[in-house]
């Protein structure tokens, strides 16, 4: 059982002085598994990376990766593992080439992979423009891309990732996710944090969820949504375009938590019984001498989910 | 590859910059052919240890020892730039030891250590050569002392870099200790002829240990005395890796 498990965590706690920032987390991630890490800012994601790839020892509990102590045998799962910091990583003296180049030379990869892997990198995170180009030089979008793109350079059972996609453009940012979900029908496991929670959405198998320390939920992003996904949201328009004496009269309704409008003039109306909302939306419209030009009950999203989650059971640091 | 050999490369490759290094090799030709020859038609000729030197002869021997000041200054500097740029934690959760990653960072520093004494010497040469008086047993002293000095000053520079929390503030505080450990030694003027507060300051500073026993090296002047400098040279340098080592390992990531 414990051959198939990536990351296996029990008890795990990390104090800084009288600080907890990781207060007894247990959880386990499976092999060619993406495991989603996801909180608010301050809730010990960083920290528990920190601690499973071996850069800080707990205070308490333990922790395996790839079937190794995390105490005890560092140097072990470093050789297995890759890391994408959620801060930049560079060096200042290489041009993007040279940076993946020697980043692979740096991890014993025999020149000619080094050389291979680099050239398909380049092409598959479109660096063409900037391989020549110095890390100083590079702007943040390029500096973070070449950064993920580097990480793939070395073989590795496990990838570490943190926030990878902070300065991404969409185009790119889907890219690496696609890129990413490749390696892990290939056999590679993934530990990811993001905030932007659509690509937890895309790319997560199971996600747990971090506040202040605890883990407070795990589950898949599907069931997250339907287990604390409670307020919904029902889109509607008007053939007359807006109604302020609408908007007014589906505020004083009991059932709506809130009435926005966006700015092509469609409203979003919350609700946790969007089934009831609907016939007083038409009953209010009529009243009015309005109608209902089209109407539908908006998905859950996992970002709904996650603000429900947090706020039910214990508000962010 | 060995893992050394590997993280020295790095080093030398990303974060050695080559405009620092050029002027850190222009600096102690200053000294030699400015200073050594301003003042040397000033200062007769005089004894060290068992040779009689000109005062550029004396000053030149000393600045091919900046040298070593210089390289340990990049040890620090090699590490600032792996902190900034977050590089230093990207290493430490590849597979290496702390250990190795520190040790790569010293031996990176020998290296431009030997290089530029070296090259010094070579640019020198037309100053020094007229006197020099080589053996190899001088020679071999000569390479134990700059290895010394340089491992001295390339551990205290890591050591700063740790204490210190700002790239800015390390280059400060580096370049004042630089031109402390550089006046209070023998590389511009012999401790033993210093007033009495002065020759206790410069006979604690490992500089004029490395300047004393390269000197003597060149010119044939070893003394007993020497051997002595180099052992205490090699107890502050053992010392001070110590220390270096100790800080290191308090890092907080």
Same mark, same amino acid.
């Given at each position: 059982m414990a051959d198939e498990l990536a990351v296996e965590v029990n008890d795990l706690a990390k104090r800084f002085g009288d600080k907890?920032? /990781? +207060? =007894?987390i247990s959880f386990e991630m499976k092999r060619s598994e993406v495991f989603g890490f996801l909180g608010p800012n301050g809730a010990g994601k960083t920290t528990t990376i920190k601690m499973l790839t071996t850069l800080l020892q707990p205070t308490s509990g333990r922790a395996a990766v790839l079937g190794h @102590? /995390?105490? &005890?045998e560092g140097k072990k799962i470093r050789e297995r593992i890759g890391v994408v910091q959620q801060q930049d990583s560079f060096d200042? =003296? *290489?041009?993007t080439e040279a940076s993946m180049d020697i980043y692979g030379m740096v991890w014993d990869v025999p020149s000619g992979v080094r050389r291979r892997r680099t050239e398909e990198l380049i092409e598959r995170f479109a660096m063409q423009e900037f391989r020549k180009t110095g890390s100083l030089d590079l702007s943040a979008g390029q500096r973070r891309r070449l950064q993920v793109a580097r990480e793939f350079v070395h073989d590795m059972d496990l990838l570490f990732l +943190? %926030?990878? &996609? !902070? =300065? *991404? @453009?969409a185009i790119v940012r889907r890219n690496v996710l696609d890129y990413l979900k490749e390696r892990v029908k290939q056999g590679l496991s993934i530990f990811f944090t993001t905030h932007i929670l659509e690509e937890a959405e895309y790319l997560c198998d199971r996600i747990a969820v971090i506040n202040q320390g605890k883990i407070i939920a795990i589950d898949t992003p599907q069931n997250l949504k339907r287990r604390f996904g409670t307020r919904k949201a029902v889109e509607f328009r008007l053939l007359e375009g807006t109604s302020e004496p609408l908007v007014q009269a589906l505020k004083a309704? =009991? %059932? !709506?938590s809130d009435v926005s409008q966006d700015e092509s003039g469609g409203y979003k109306v919350t609700t946790s019984k969007p089934e009831s909302v609907i016939p007083e939306i038409y009953r209010a419209a009529d009243r009015l001498g309005l109608s209902v030009s089209s109407i539908y009950i908006a998905e859950t999203t996992l970002e709904d989910a996650f603000i429900s989650l947090v706020n039910e059971k214990g508000a962010p640091r | 590859m060995n893992v050394y050999a590997r993280l020295v490369y790095r080093n030398l490759r990303a974060n050695l910059d080559r405009i620092t290094v050029f002027f850190e090799l222009i600096f102690p030709l200053f000294f030699i052919f400015i200073q050594g020859f301003g003042l040397g038609g000033i200062i007769p000729d005089f004894k060290v240890g068992n040779a009689i030197l000109t005062y550029p002869q004396y000053l030149a021997a000393g600045a091919v020892t900046l040298t070593v000041i210089n390289s340990g200054t990049n040890a620090g500097t090699q590490l600032w730039y792996d902190r900034k740029n977050g590089m230093f934690e990207q290493i430490l959760m590849g597979p290496f030891t702390r250990a190795q990653y520190i040790l790569s960072i010293i031996l990176a520093t020998l290296i431009l250590g030997v290089v530029a004494s070296s090259l010094v010497f070579l640019i020198a040469f037309p100053v020094l050569g007229t006197g020099l008086s080589v053996t190899p047993f001088g020679v071999l002293l000569i390479a134990v002392s700059v290895f010394l000095g340089t491992v001295f000053f390339g551990t205290f520079a890591i050591a700063i870099s740790v204490a210190l929390r700002s790239s800015e503030t390390f280059q400060i505080v580096s370049t004042f200790a630089f031109f402390v450990f550089l006046f209070v030694?023998? !590389?511009?003027?012999p401790a033993s002829d210093a007033p009495g507060p002065i020759q206790l300051a410069t006979f604690l500073n490992p500089l004029t240990y490395t300047t004393d026993v390269f000197r003597a090296g060149l010119f044939g002047g070893l003394t007993p005395f020497n051997f002595l400098e180099l052992g205490v040279l090699a107890a502050e340098s053992a010392a001070m890796f110590a220390l270096s080592v100790y800080a290191f390992r308090r890092i907080r990531v």
């Open positions: 907890s920032a /990781v +207060d =007894g @102590d /995390v105490r &005890t200042q =003296g *290489l041009r +943190d %926030e990878p &996609t !902070v =300065g *991404l @453009d309704s =009991g %059932e !709506v | 030694s023998s !590389v511009f003027y």
